[in-house]
């Protein structure tokens, strides 16, 4: 008895919650748009919807045939950019090759270093983990974790020097 007077109850709350949504009418306008405020539907010449209920995504606006835009500024279009001369561009791409070859030689040097700190797997001991060896072996993991780090970055700089055509690449 109590089970079907609380399925009772529950039924009567859903009830009551989705009363106002099956009054509410749904209206089909021209261009594939819908609304549900009659005064609206009028204006437009909208046609009511019979069935069970709609649900509309919004989606988005296809690219270009190429596929590939760059976002801009609104109301810039590309004839409004200003172009960048074959000098400056070269000049830019200088300066962008001497930064990563700078960049490159410093990963190296911070690589020489870690290895130099790690000695094969067999750091020096450092003052408190001559009484906890757990902290030298989790030196020895970060050391380890630090050099693998350290080659990825190695090899994504010397990826970005080959992608901008340095000869700087060792």
């Known amino acids: 008895m109590k089970s079907a007077n609380i399925v009772a109850v529950a039924l009567a709350a ?3 919650v989705s009363a106002p949504a099956q009054g509410t009418r749904v ?3 021209p261009g594939n748009s819908y609304t549900n405020s009659e005064v609206e539907a009028k204006a437009k010449g909208c046609k009511p919807m019979d ?4 649900t509309v995504v919004e989606g988005t606006k296809a690219n270009g045939a190429s ?3 760059v976002a801009t500024a609104p109301g810039v279009s590309d004839r409004d950019r200003p172009r960048v001369d074959a000098t400056e561009q070269r000049q830019r791409d200088s300066d962008a090759r001497s930064i990563l070859e700078a960049e490159l030689k410093k990963a190296e040097e911070r ?3 870690l290895a130099k700190e790690y000695n094969n797997g067999e750091p020096e001991m450092l003052g408190p983990e001559h ?3 757990q902290k030298y072996l989790d030196r020895i993991a970060e050391l ?3 050099i693998a780090r350290n080659e990825n970055d190695i090899a994504g700089i010397r990826r970005e020097l080959a992608r901008a055509g340095s000869s700087a690449i060792q």
Request: hydrophobic share 25%; aromatic share 4%.
């Open 51 to 54: 069935g069970g209920s709609i």
């Open 111 to 113: 690589r020489d270093e």
């Open 27 to 29: 209206f089909r306008c």
């Open 144 to 146: 380890k974790a630090s």
């Open 67 to 69: 596929g590939t835009r």
């Open 14 to 16: 859903m009830a009551a």
């Open 131 to 133: 009484k906890n060896h």
